[in-house]
Every structure is written in C-alpha cells, then in structure tokens.
C-alpha cells in the first residue's frame, strides 16, 4: 500500500512538472516571435549580386582610394633641411643660403626686366608665358604697397595680360586703371578674424587660396609679391596649400635684415628654415632664373654684417611644367 501511494505522489509530481513547462514556453512563444518580426532581415550575399572583382580592377580602386586620401591630406609643417654642418653655426647656415640665392639654376634667353633690374620675367617661347600672352591668356597677380613699382605689370598689361594689382591702401574695393585692376586686398598667411575685419573700414587681408576662390580664377601665370617681410610665412602658406600649383612664374623680394613676421628661433635656425622653404619650392618643380642684390641696401643679415650680404634679394623662379 505504501509503495502505491509513493508511485501516485511521483507520478502526480512529474505530471505537474510538465503542464508547468508546456504552460510557461507557450507564453514566452509570441514574445519571442515579436521579436523576432521586428530585428532587422539578415543580409546574404551571393556572387549573382555582387559580382567579383578583377585583381586589375582591385588594384586600381585601391590605387584611387590612396590618391584621395593624398589630396585630402592636408600638410602641416615644411620638411627642414639638414643642417649645413656639425656645429650649427650661423656663419655656415648663412653661406648655404647666400650661395642658392645667388645661383641661377636655370637661364632664360628672354627676360623682361623692369628698369632698375630688380624683377624680371621669362618670355622664352618654350615656357607657357610668352604663348599666353600671344594669346591674350595670362593673369598676373601683384601683390606690394603703393604704386611707386608697377613698370613690369604695365607692361604685361599691355602686352595682353589680365593684371590685378592688389593694395591695401587704396580707398575703393576694386578699381580699374590703366588696363589693370586695382583692388583694396593684401596677402596674408592666414585669413583674418571676421570680428577684427568688422572693425577695420579699408584694409583687408586673405589667403592667397581664399583669394582665388573668391575672384573664381585658378592658376595665375605670374605671381609677384614684395610683402616687407611678411613673404617667410606667406610662402609656408603657400607651399603647405599647395597653391604654387597654380603658379607659372614666381616673383618675391626677400628682406634678410630680421628673421621676419612671426619666425621664431635663433639666428641659425631661423636661416635653417629660410633655407627649407627654398628648398620646398624645388620639390614643387620651381627653378631660379634671376637674382639680383639690392646694393644700395645696407649689408645686413640678421642684424649682423656677415659674408657682406644685402638685406635685400630680389628673385624670380619659374615652373618648367608650364609649357605651352
């Protein structure tokens, strides 16, 4: 009798078990296929919708994503030179400089020269300036102060040049004179401040990037720049945007006298750095074709007399790419 009841009491135990689960899994069952109504549809690929790649047309879509992360890489600091010796002196930086600014590294048979020799233009017929202004096709842009040194750009005016002369100090935005436009702008190395521009009625200074893009031009056959000593940080600038890239001739006044606007360091390496941007507009396939030395300057290098230098270079450098 005992062992009855014990096999009914098990039995009894082992039925309830069951109705317990069979009741608890068909309640969770809609929520489980709600959930599952609602996760998003597992995507398969097969080889009829994807069709597979070359290794050719791998290669060259691999090739094209590394040159659009090139283009969109921007450039931060100009590569330094090594040091022209072992002891840093400023005696060696400074004969480094002095001798690749005074060795022209290409010739040009036909330059124009302004009349007191200080800039100069290559009109060669194998280089894309002298086809262009046959054509009536060159732009030049002029960057300096005052009208006082304007005889070249009168003269690529004439001779079928879209000339824009940019100064500061006029009064009016932009002015048409003399087959030239004027326009009351000046190159900076940096676009200024919007706050600060409010404040100043007349003068204003860009990026010679912003520049185009607002004039909508994109190359220039000859850029000439006398900047008073601000033409250090304004060729970082544009060496490191990689407008060069739209220049054909390029026309800078240096001034050696102090280490210029914003150049930190001592004195070897502040021509360290000078000799490095030099050395960059190498990289950007510029050769120089004119040097002249302001000798009616005083000999002043760094606030020094060294090697009997001018404070003041005059010096043209011109892309061989630009070919017409």
Known sequence: MGLLLRLAFLLTAVGVSVHVYLETRWRLAPASRSL???????????????????????????????????KKAPRWHIALQPWASHSHSLEDEAKRFLN?????????????????????????????????????QCRVYSFGLGPD????????????????????????????????WLHRLSIDWKDPNPSVVSQRQYANTKKLATILNDFGHRQMDVLKADMESAEWKILENLILEGVLDSVGQLLIELHLHWAGFEVAGDDPSVVRYWFSLLKELERANFRLFHVRRDAAKPPVFL???????????????????WTP
């Open 149 to 180: 040194d304007r005889v070249l750009e009168r003269f690529l005016a004439r001779s079928g040049c879209e000339v824009h002369c940019f100064d500061p100090s006029l009064r009016q935005p932009h002015l048409q004179h003399a087959d030239m």
């Open 36 to 70: 599952e109504d609602k996760a998003p549809p597992t995507r398969t690929w097969t080889t009829e919708k994807v069709p597979a790649l070359k290794q050719g047309d791998v290669m060259r879509r691999d090739a094209g994503s590394r040159l659009k992360r090139q």
């Open 303 to 321: 606030h020094k007399n060294i090697l009997n230098a001018s404070s003041t270079y005059t010096l043209a450098w011109m892309s061989p790419r």
């Open 100 to 136: 690749h600014i005074t060795t022209p590294q290409v010739s040009c048979k036909s330059p124009q020269v302004s009349p007191d020799g200080g800039w100069a233009v290559c009109l060669d017929p194998e280089y894309s300036l002298a086809h262009r202004m046959q054509h009536k």
